[in-house]
C-alpha cells in the first residue's frame, strides 16, 4: 500500500529521531502488538520506557490519570523538578489543576463556538489559494499548509496578522527542536542545558516568553474579549507556558495533519477522485486523515503506584509511552488499517487522545482540515508529486517539512 512500508525494519529504534525520517516505522509497531503490546523499550541515556501500542490499552491509560500521572511530564525527556516548574503547562497537570485551567479556554474551542469561524477560516484559505495556486508548481507545505492554521489562531489569541510569520517560526524551532533544519541547538547534538527552564528546551522560548509578556502588558492595560485577556488572572509564569503551548498546539498539529491529508490523497488517487466528485464526504475524509496521520505520535505518563498492563507488571515511577500512531493502526479495532479509506466507518480513532486530556482544539483542527479540503478540491484539475517528501526529524511529531507538488487547476 502506498504511504506504509510494511517490509521496513521489523525492529527499527523508535526512540531514535532519525528513524522517522523515512516515515513512521510502521512493521515495528505491528510487531510489538502482536508479540509484547506492553515492552520495555531502552533509551540512549540508560532509562527507559514502556511501550504501549494496542488501542484498548492506550485507552485505558489514557482515563486513568490516578494510576497513570502527567505531572512529571508528557514527553520522553526526563525533567528535574526545577525543569518541571519552570516549563509545566495545563498538559502536565492532573484533575483537578488540568480542569481548572482548561475552563479558562474551553469555551472558546468548543463546537458550538468553533462553527462560528468557519466563514473566516475559508476566506483565509480561499485568499491563499487565489494568491498561490496559479503558479502549477509549489511546496504544498510551506507555501499552503503551513499558512492557514496560524491565521486563524492569531484572530483567536488576538495577536497581529503581521506576527504570524514569528510565530510560525518559534513553534517551528521549539516542537521541531530534533530537526537541524528548525533549529541550532538539536537536543540531541548540542548542548541544551542553558535552554532547559524554557519551553521544549529551546531557545526561541526565550522570544516567546518576551512576546507574551508584552501581549499580557497590553491586555492589562487594554483588556479585550479574546483569549489572551482571559488567561490574565494566571501567574506571569503560568501565562507565558499556556501562550507557548496554545501558539505550538493550536498551528504545528494541525498544519502537518493538512499536509498528511492532501499527501495521503495524491499517494491514493482513487480515494482523491472520489472525494473530488463527493466534497459530502470531507467529514469522514477528516476523519481518516486524523486517523492515518497520528501527527502526534505518542504521549508519556508516569505510574503513580504499582500497577500492570496486559499482565506486565509497571512500578511506580515508570515511564509509560502511548504510541498512538500505533493504537490508530491496531487491527483489533480498525478493520485493514494500512487501507486508506476516507469512507471508513466507524472511526473511533484517538488521535486527539481522551479522557480528561482530549485535545482542546479537536474541533478547531476538525474544520481547518475539512474546509481545507472543500476549499481546495474542486480548484483542482489533477496533482502530483514534483519531488519526494522530506519528513520531520522527531520521534515525537510525525512532520512534513517539504512537499513539492505540480498541478493543474480546472
Not at 500492570?308 to 515511577?317: D, H, K, L, S, Y
Not at 479509506?341 to 482544539?361: K, S
Amino acid at each position: 500500500m502506498i504511504g506504509i512500508d510494511l517490509m521496513s525494519d521489523a525492529y527499527a529504534d523508535i526512540v531514535s529521531h532519525d528513524t522517522y525520517v523515512d516515515d513512521v516505522p510502521h512493521a515495528t509497531f505491528e510487531r510489538m502488538r502482536r508479540e509484547a503490546p506492553v515492552s520495555w523499550v531502552e533509551e540512549a541515556d540508560g532509562s527507559g520506557f514502556w511501550a504501549v501500542t494496542r488501542y484498548d490499552d492506550v485507552l485505558a491509560v489514557s482515563k486513568d490519570f490516578e494510576t497513570f500521572t502527567c505531572s512529571r511530564g508528557i514527553r520522553l525527556e526526563e525533567m528535574d523538578a526545577e525543569e518541571l516548574e519552570a516549563r509545566r503547562s495545563m498538559m502536565e497537570y492532573d484533575p483537578p489543576e488540568h480542569s481548572r485551567l482548561r475552563r479558562i479556554v474551553q469555551p472558546s474551542f468548543s463546537r458550538k463556538t468553533v462553527q462560528t469561524y468557519e466563514d473566516a477560516f475559508r476566506r483565509i484559505t480561499r485568499e491563499r489559494l487565489d494568491a498561490i495556486l496559479a503558479k502549477g508548481e509549489l511546496d504544498f507545505v510551506t507555501e499552503i499548509a503551513r499558512e492557514l492554521p496560524i491565521r486563524i489562531l492569531c484572530r483567536l489569541l488576538g495577536v497581529p496578522d503581521e506576527d504570524a510569520d514569528h510565530l510560525v517560526n518559534w513553534g517551528d524551532q521549539m516542537i521541531s527542536n530534533a530537526d537541524p533544519e528548525y533549529s541550532h541547538a538539536v537536543i540531541d547534538r548540542a548542548d541544551t542545558d542553558e535552554y532547559r527552564l524554557l519551553p521544549f528546551r529551546s531557545p526561541a522560548g526565550v522570544e516567546v516568553f518576551r512576546y507574551a509578556e508584552t501581549l499580557a502588558r497590553e491586555r492589562r492595560a487594554h483588556p479585550k474579549n479574546d483569549i489572551l485577556t482571559a488567561l490574565l488572572p494566571l501567574t506571569d509564569l503560568e501565562f507565558k507556558n499556556f501562550f507557548a503551548l496554545l501558539m505550538v498546539a493550536g498551528n504545528e498539529t494541525t498544519r502537518h495533519t493538512i499536509s498528511h491529508g492532501l499527501l495521503a490523497l495524491v499517494e491514493h488517487q482513487s480515494q482523491l477522485s472520489e472525494l473530488s466528485d463527493h466534497l459530502e464526504l470531507a467529514g469522514s475524509a477528516t476523519e481518516e486523515i486524523l486517523r492515518w496521520s497520528s501527527v502526534t505520535m505518542h504521549f508519556r505518563r508516569t505510574a503513580a503506584k504499582d500497577t500492570e498492563i496486559r499482565g506486565v507488571p509497571i512500578r511506580a515511577g515508570d515511564k509509560v509511552v502511548m504510541w498512538y500512531v500505533s493504537a490508530n493502526y491496531d487491527e483489533e479495532i480498525f478493520v485493514d488499517p494500512y487501507r486508506f479509506d476516507i469512507r471508513r466507518e466507524p472511526n473511533d480513532h484517538l488521535t486527539f487522545g481522551t479522557g480528561h486530556h482530549v485535545c482542546l482544539g479537536a474541533w478547531l483542527a476538525r474544520l481547518e482540515v475539512r474546509a481545507t479540503l472543500e476549499e481546495l478540491l474542486p480548484r483542482l484539475g489533477s496533482i502530483e508529486l514534483a519531488a519526494p517528501v522530506q519528513r520531520l526529524r522527531s520521534n515525537f511529531i510525525r512532520g512534513i517539512k517539504h512537499m513539492p507538488v505540480r498541478m493543474t487547476l480546472r
